[in-house]
């Protein structure tokens, strides 16, 4: 299997699913995004700029955390993150509910090992909106 390059730390190592990072960063990134979800636990509505100055998490990092739907944006969203198919703003997740089913096939063919199936997305229509972004509680109806 074909070395993978860290987003984060730019080392190759071997990819296991999806992730971006090698197993070092991933240990960081798991503390790093305690701290975060910590922090907006605490300040609900913090912004990413918030999340910048006081936390010292780079914008790189809080865009792949909402990538991989473990944050998502509330309230005004001005296109940090866009659907990768066709650009259109998103508050989490990497596809566009119309680009969802060809993302996901997508996302399917770049996963060589046997990976449980992506769930699907039941779309966010409770949520509440605010300003900034706010932790997603995965798991949880
Ligand atoms: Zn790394
Ligand atoms: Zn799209």
Do not use: W
């Not at 992730?19 to 305690?34: G, K, N, S, W």
């Not at 990092?61 to 866009?82: M, P, W």
């Not at 409770?126 to 949880?140: A, E, H, L, S, V």
């Amino acid at each position: 299997m074909a070395k993978f390059e860290c987003v984060r730390c730019r080392r190759f190592f071997d990819r296991v699913a999806l992730e971006d990072v090698c197993p070092t960063c991933y240990a960081f990134e798991e503390e790093e995004f305690r701290k975060i979800k910590e922090y907006l636990e605490k300040h609900p509505g913090a912004t990413s700029s918030d999340l910048v100055s006081q936390l010292d998490v780079s914008i790189k990092s809080i865009k792949r955390y909402l990538k991989e739907e473990r944050l998502e944006i509330i309230g005004d969203n001005k296109g940090f993150i866009r659907c990768e198919l066709c650009g259109l703003p998103l508050n989490s997740g990497r596809f566009c509910v119309a680009c969802f089913r060809e993302g996901t096939a997508l996302r399917m063919k770049e996963v060589r090992s046997g990976m449980k199936s992506t769930e699907l997305y039941s779309g966010d229509t409770n949520t509440k909106y605010q300003r900034g972004i706010q932790y997603r509680k995965k798991g949880q109806n």
